[in-house]
Nanobody, 127 residues
Framework: QVELTESGGGSVQPGGSLTLSCEVS????????MAWFRQAPGQEREAVAC????????YYSDSVKGRFTITQDDAKEVVTLQMDKLTPEDTAMYYC????????????????????WGQGTQVTVSS
């Protein structure tokens, strides 16, 4: 397992932006895909975005496509989620996750694909 530390959460008004960062400590080279999930109160944890670290291919959930961007910085071992045009529906605890598997189109959103998780960072969007 790898150690993951999220940062960058906070409160923002609708239409605003936030940038979340996930620092990967220990065994970055054993990680093949990184993802962001989120969980709102009373809701199941859902995948938001994923990136394959080898080919930088990224996938997004329909709810964030066109508004969120996931990127990686291999030198810093950090994966970033840029979130724009935020809405109240984006309010949730956001979690970074690491997978030892290459990203798969058929299953990238499945929690079981990931074996390491961060503690989460809260994102609140309200006026």
């Amino acid at each position: 397992q790898v150690e993951l530390t999220e940062s960058g959460g906070g409160s923002v008004q609708p239409g605003g932006s936030l940038t979340l960062s996930c620092e990967v400590s220990v065994y970055y080279l054993s990680t093949n895909a990184m993802a962001w999930f989120r969980q709102a109160p009373g809701q199941e944890r859902e995948a938001v975005a994923c990136v394959d670290l080898a080919n930088r291919r990224a996938y997004y959930s329909d709810s964030v496509k066109g508004r969120f961007t996931i990127t990686q910085d291999d030198a810093k071992e950090v994966v970033t989620l840029q979130m724009d045009k935020l809405t109240p529906e984006d309010t949730a605890m956001y979690y970074c996750a690491a997978s030892p598997f290459r990203l798969r189109v058929s299953s990238w959103w499945e929690i079981g694909e990931y074996n390491s998780w961060g503690q989460g960072t809260q994102v609140t969007v309200s006026s």
